[in-house]
Protein backbone atom coordinates (compact mmCIF):
# COMPACT_ATOMS: atom_id res chain seq x y z
CA UNK A 1 0.00 0.00 0.00
CA UNK A 2 2.41 2.88 -1.20
CA UNK A 3 2.16 6.44 -1.82
CA UNK A 4 2.72 8.46 -4.59
CA UNK A 5 4.56 11.46 -2.87
CA UNK A 6 4.48 14.21 -5.23
CA UNK A 7 0.50 14.40 -4.71
CA UNK A 8 0.83 13.40 -0.97
CA UNK A 9 2.84 16.42 -0.87
CA UNK A 10 0.45 18.25 -2.56
CA UNK A 11 -2.67 18.34 -0.25
CA UNK A 12 -5.78 17.33 -0.71
CA UNK A 13 -6.74 21.08 -0.97
CA UNK A 14 -4.12 21.79 -3.30
CA UNK A 15 -5.47 18.82 -4.86
CA UNK A 16 -8.90 19.54 -5.09
CA UNK A 17 -8.31 23.72 -6.26
CA UNK A 18 -6.51 21.55 -9.13
CA UNK A 19 -9.22 19.73 -10.04
CA UNK A 20 -6.69 16.66 -10.07
CA UNK A 21 -8.21 14.16 -8.36
CA UNK A 22 -11.42 11.81 -8.33
CA UNK A 23 -14.03 12.83 -5.13
CA UNK A 24 -16.42 9.99 -4.07
CA UNK A 25 -18.82 9.81 -0.90
CA UNK A 26 -22.17 8.62 -1.44
CA UNK A 27 -23.17 5.50 -3.38
CA UNK A 28 -25.65 7.33 -5.75
CA UNK A 29 -23.20 10.14 -6.75
CA UNK A 30 -20.48 9.67 -9.33
CA UNK A 31 -17.91 7.25 -8.36
CA UNK A 32 -20.54 5.77 -6.21
CA UNK A 33 -19.29 2.09 -6.72
CA UNK A 34 -15.81 2.91 -4.27
CA UNK A 35 -18.09 3.41 -1.60
CA UNK A 36 -17.78 0.52 0.78
CA UNK A 37 -21.52 1.08 1.35
CA UNK A 38 -22.21 0.21 -2.64
CA UNK A 39 -24.27 -3.04 -3.20
CA UNK A 40 -21.23 -5.19 -4.79
CA UNK A 41 -21.04 -8.30 -2.17
CA UNK A 42 -18.21 -9.93 -1.60
CA UNK A 43 -17.18 -13.77 -0.56
CA UNK A 44 -14.27 -14.07 1.82
CA UNK A 45 -13.31 -17.05 3.84
CA UNK A 46 -16.55 -18.94 3.19
CA UNK A 47 -18.91 -15.70 4.07
CA UNK A 48 -21.07 -13.69 1.64
CA UNK A 49 -21.15 -10.15 2.83
CA UNK A 50 -23.38 -7.51 1.29
CA UNK A 51 -20.97 -5.25 1.22
CA UNK A 52 -17.56 -3.92 2.07
CA UNK A 53 -19.19 -2.41 5.13
CA UNK A 54 -20.42 -5.20 6.13
CA UNK A 55 -17.41 -7.08 6.39
CA UNK A 56 -15.21 -4.67 8.05
CA UNK A 57 -17.94 -3.79 10.50
CA UNK A 58 -17.81 -7.60 11.69
CA UNK A 59 -13.98 -7.80 11.64
CA UNK A 60 -14.23 -5.36 14.19
CA UNK A 61 -15.34 -8.29 17.09
CA UNK A 62 -13.59 -11.39 15.76
CA UNK A 63 -12.32 -13.49 18.62
CA UNK A 64 -13.68 -10.85 21.33
CA UNK A 65 -16.39 -11.52 23.62
CA UNK A 66 -18.67 -9.58 21.21
CA UNK A 67 -18.14 -12.33 18.54
CA UNK A 68 -22.51 -13.27 18.43
CA UNK A 69 -22.77 -10.15 16.95
CA UNK A 70 -20.49 -10.64 13.92
CA UNK A 71 -23.65 -12.89 12.00
CA UNK A 72 -25.80 -9.80 12.92
CA UNK A 73 -23.85 -7.67 11.01
CA UNK A 74 -23.57 -9.64 8.12
CA UNK A 75 -27.01 -10.51 7.94
CA UNK A 76 -28.06 -6.18 8.47
CA UNK A 77 -30.19 -5.60 5.87
CA UNK A 78 -28.31 -2.72 4.79
CA UNK A 79 -24.67 -1.09 5.06
CA UNK A 80 -26.42 1.72 7.31
CA UNK A 81 -27.39 -1.31 9.88
CA UNK A 82 -24.06 -2.43 9.68
CA UNK A 83 -21.87 0.50 10.59
CA UNK A 84 -24.39 1.52 13.36
CA UNK A 85 -23.97 -2.25 14.86
CA UNK A 86 -20.43 -2.18 14.72
CA UNK A 87 -20.12 1.50 15.65
CA UNK A 88 -21.69 0.70 19.12
CA UNK A 89 -19.48 2.24 21.85
CA UNK A 90 -21.09 -0.43 24.11
CA UNK A 91 -18.90 -3.44 22.33
CA UNK A 92 -14.98 -2.91 22.63
CA UNK A 93 -13.37 -3.87 19.20
CA UNK A 94 -10.19 -6.44 19.24
CA UNK A 95 -7.00 -5.83 21.21
CA UNK A 96 -5.36 -5.84 17.20
CA UNK A 97 -7.76 -3.82 15.66
CA UNK A 98 -5.71 -0.24 14.87
CA UNK A 99 -2.67 -2.91 13.73
CA UNK A 100 -5.07 -4.92 10.92
CA UNK A 101 -8.00 -2.29 10.05
CA UNK A 102 -6.15 -1.24 6.85
CA UNK A 103 -5.10 -4.85 6.03
CA UNK A 104 -8.99 -5.62 6.66
CA UNK A 105 -10.06 -2.96 4.46
CA UNK A 106 -7.84 -3.49 1.57
CA UNK A 107 -8.48 -7.24 1.34
CA UNK A 108 -12.26 -6.34 1.24
CA UNK A 109 -11.76 -3.54 -1.25
CA UNK A 110 -9.42 -5.80 -3.66
CA UNK A 111 -12.37 -8.96 -3.35
CA UNK A 112 -14.80 -6.37 -4.20
CA UNK A 113 -13.03 -5.01 -7.72
CA UNK A 114 -11.82 -8.45 -8.38
CA UNK A 115 -15.06 -9.83 -8.32
CA UNK A 116 -16.74 -7.44 -10.06
CA UNK A 117 -15.98 -6.35 -13.26
CA UNK A 118 -18.00 -3.60 -14.29
CA UNK A 119 -16.95 -1.45 -11.20
CA UNK A 120 -13.11 -2.87 -11.63
CA UNK A 121 -13.60 -1.17 -15.19
CA UNK A 122 -14.66 2.39 -13.49
CA UNK A 123 -11.67 1.77 -11.07
CA UNK A 124 -9.17 1.55 -13.91
CA UNK A 125 -10.44 4.28 -15.95
CA UNK A 126 -9.46 6.55 -13.48
CA UNK A 127 -6.07 6.60 -14.74
CA UNK A 128 -2.86 7.60 -12.18
CA UNK A 129 -6.29 10.03 -11.10
CA UNK A 130 -5.49 10.81 -7.32
CA UNK A 131 -9.40 9.57 -5.52
CA UNK A 132 -10.50 10.75 -2.45
CA UNK A 133 -13.52 9.72 0.04
CA UNK A 134 -15.15 13.32 0.06
CA UNK A 135 -16.47 12.31 3.87
CA UNK A 136 -16.74 15.44 5.78
CA UNK A 137 -16.72 13.75 8.69
CA UNK A 138 -14.01 10.62 8.60
CA UNK A 139 -10.21 12.24 8.70
CA UNK A 140 -8.98 8.64 9.11
CA UNK A 141 -10.72 6.79 6.21
CA UNK A 142 -11.63 9.94 3.81
CA UNK A 143 -10.72 13.70 3.73
CA UNK A 144 -12.33 15.29 6.24
CA UNK A 145 -14.95 18.73 6.03
CA UNK A 146 -11.29 20.51 6.18
CA UNK A 147 -9.80 18.12 3.65
CA UNK A 148 -6.85 17.76 5.79
CA UNK A 149 -7.88 13.99 6.51
CA UNK A 150 -5.45 10.53 5.77
CA UNK A 151 -7.60 9.19 2.75
CA UNK A 152 -7.03 5.55 3.49
CA UNK A 153 -9.55 4.38 1.57
CA UNK A 154 -8.20 6.62 -1.41
CA UNK A 155 -5.02 5.18 -0.85
CA UNK A 156 -6.59 1.82 -0.90
CA UNK A 157 -8.59 2.37 -3.77
CA UNK A 158 -5.64 3.61 -5.66
CA UNK A 159 -3.10 0.79 -4.21
CA UNK A 160 -5.76 -1.87 -5.56
CA UNK A 161 -6.00 -0.45 -8.95
CA UNK A 162 -2.37 -0.57 -9.41
CA UNK A 163 -2.25 -3.74 -7.97
CA UNK A 164 -5.09 -4.83 -10.71
CA UNK A 165 -3.33 -3.32 -13.61
CA UNK A 166 0.31 -4.79 -12.81
CA UNK A 167 -1.32 -8.01 -12.94
CA UNK A 168 -3.36 -7.25 -16.17
CA UNK A 169 0.28 -6.31 -17.87
CA UNK A 170 1.52 -9.81 -16.67
CA UNK A 171 -1.38 -11.56 -18.19
Avoid at 8 to 14: A, H, I, N, T
Avoid at 23 to 47: L, M, Q, R, T
Avoid at 52 to 64: D, I, W
Amino acid sequence: MGQNLDTVSLGLREIRRRKMAIYFYKVNDPYGCFSNFSPHPIEIAGYHWATVEHYYQAQKFVNTKYEHIIPVIRQASTPEIAAALGRDPARQFRLDWEQVKCQIMYVAVKTKFLHHLNIQAVLLETGEEFIVEDSPTDYYWGCGKEKTGQNQLGRILMDVRREIRDNCAKS
